[in-house]
């Protein structure tokens, strides 16, 4: 199927007429503009195509016997007719790249789908930006792949993490830290992670990652490693002497190193806050720290987020 795209852009175009937002004074700023959606597929005009309605959106026929399914607008969410495997599909990611992860999951796209991001708009903040967040959706979802994120309390990077993997068709989403029944601060904290994941990501609470990731093959997302590292000094007693956990972080690097999975990993940066004032509190800091490096030294990627901006670290 050959895909000549007119437009990329929601209706309006991006930038919008008259928005004042940070995204379309950048494109204004560097004379760029991207216009309306609009698509010639095999030659031939996709408005002239047949096109059968579904919710979201509707599917065509293209000349030579391909099959699409496009989106109808920004936030629309196509589904897909039953049983069809579609050649190409034209979809919001900007608005909803968990919806290319659900397509995966049902099986209506495969890895010779063609992927393609239209009714773009200052949803993201510049096409870098888009392009950036595109080359995650369309990697393979088996590993081996290693991503460690680091950041500071309510950085973003969690949501970071979950954007990466958004695309997937499945996601094992292992959480280290324990449940606190009694803290409803916190309950509240784990219950918006949840609702912001997709509903068909399996979720595990666990401390054995070692296990974990010495049997996964697909997508994993870690959250996090500072509270793994917590239960794994509980577990050592090695709050008072912080040589006892040495060897679990060993095995914890051996297993990352080790990994088959696309693996993403949150981990709390500790070299930009205040040091603690308890001896417990720094020996926490220093391995942290240096458990930090190694796992950074075994990942094709590490990014620092910080304010919800990524920068990648070579």
């Known amino acids: 199927m050959d895909i000549e795209l007119r437009g990329a852009a929601a209706s309006g175009g991006w930038p919008e007429p008259g928005c004042r937002c940070a995204s379309c004074g950048r494109l204004r700023a560097a004379g760029a503009r991207y216009g309306p959606f609009g698509a010639v597929i095999d030659g031939v005009p996709l408005d002239d195509l047949p096109q059968t309605d579904v919710p979201g959106g509707y599917e065509v026929r293209a000349p030579r016997g391909g099959r699409a399914l496009v989106a109808s607008g920004p936030g629309a969410r196509p589904e897909p007719v039953r049983g069809a495997v579609y050649d190409a599909v034209l979809l919001d990611l900007v608005g909803s790249p968990e919806h290319l992860g659900r397509l995966r999951h049902v099986g209506a796209v495969t890895p ?74 916190w309950t509240e904290r784990v219950t918006a992670h949840r609702l912001r994941r997709p509903a068909w ?63 993403v990993a949150v981990s709390e940066e500790v070299g930009l806050s205040l040091v603690p004032a308890t ?24 990014a620092l987020v910080v304010a919800g901006r990524v920068l990648e670290l070579g």
């Not at 392009?131 to 950041?151: D, N």
């Not at 720094?282 to 990627?301: I, K, P, V």
Request: with cysteine; hydrophobic share 40%; aromatic share 6%.
């Open 279 to 302: 001896a417990s509190g720094r020996a926490f800091g220093d391995l942290l720290g240096g458990l930090n490096q190694r796992l950074a030294a075994e990942s094709e990627e590490a």
């Open 112 to 185: 010779k789908t063609e992927v393609v991001a239209v009714h773009v708009d200052h949803r993201v903040s510049s096409p870098a930006e888009l392009e950036r967040r595109t080359a995650f959706w369309l990697r393979p979802e088996h590993g081996p792949f290693r991503t460690l994120l680091l950041g500071g309390t309510r950085s973003g990077k969690s949501a970071e993490a979950e954007l990466r993997l958004a695309a997937c068709p499945d996601v094992l989403y292992v959480a280290t830290g324990p449940s606190r029944d009694d803290d409803p601060e």
């Open 201 to 263: 990501w399996r979720t595990v609470e666990t401390t054995d990652l070692v296990g974990v990731l010495g049997s996964a093959t697909g997508a994993v997302l870690v959250d996090g490693i500072g509270t793994w590292l917590a239960a794994a000094m509980d577990e050592a007693g090695a709050w008072e002497r912080p040589s006892l956990v040495r060897p679990l972080l060993d095995d914890l690097v051996s297993a990352w190193r080790g990994t088959e999975a696309r693996v």
